[in-house]
């Protein structure tokens, strides 16, 4: 893993920048647990929350060489997922987990363009046991009731399903943002990189001592949520556990990267996938 330095002391944050970045230059240690999930979960019942959240666009994804599978997971029960194989024979795999609609079409296009620009294995995880949800009355439903015990299972199952010395790479985005940093925590040693876009952190510094990866954040000025008292924290939080973590934050909203979103925001997504497809580069 190449550890990526960009600043260390003095470096002033400007929140409101329509991009700004701060990253600290620590490094690892050893991995378990988490409050997170269920923090982001109870925003479920939210209204203001769920009313940026809007139902999504309909899209249906013509694949191109990606297929839906199923696996075991650590608890005995079946897991799902959407594969897309690499080109060429590697062992190198990004994990992706998707917003709190489910495994969409929307996340199948997105795991296959990873899978085009960095020619690795990719394999977005099921966290919803084959719910989708075309509303946001469903998706907060859904999203209440994931229970991190069995998210825990399928991360192992997955990682078992493509052989338990895979070095595995992690992004997700809303509640799949927040479930990219805790699937790189339950990676322990597997773990080769994390990006989270305007996920709920880990707040438990004991916790992301054992953090064996660097962290890419992307997040939003405008965000009410995961906003900049949180993301403050979290920065604070990975400097006293002594990791690496970058940070982007653009002038747009909650869900700016989601297509499906009318607040989508091209510029700021493109940007984003950019420092995006550097990190997991530098990482895999």
Known sequence: ??????LAFGLLFHWNNSETTTTNENKSITVCHSDAIETFAALGSNPDFVEVHPNPKPYEHISEKGKAISFKASDGKEAYGYHVPADKKTGQ???VFHEWYGLNDYVKKESEKLQKDLNVNVLAIDLYDGKVADNRDNASKYMQAM?????KSIIEGALEHVGANTKVATIGWCFGGGWS???SLILEDNASGCVMYYGMPEKDIDRLKTLQTDVLGIFAS???WINEEVVDEFKTNMKAANKDLEVYV???GHGFANPSNPIYDNEATKKAYKHTLDFLKAHL
């Not at 229970?147 to 998210?151: C, D, F, L, S």
């Open 147 to 151: 229970e991190y015990e069995r998210g």
């Open 93 to 95: 795999y990004i994990f």
């Open 250 to 252: 653009y002038d747009a």
């Open 222 to 224: 405008q965000d009410q």
């Open 1 to 6: 893993m190449r550890i990526m330095l960009l």
């Open 181 to 183: 940093l805790q699937a």
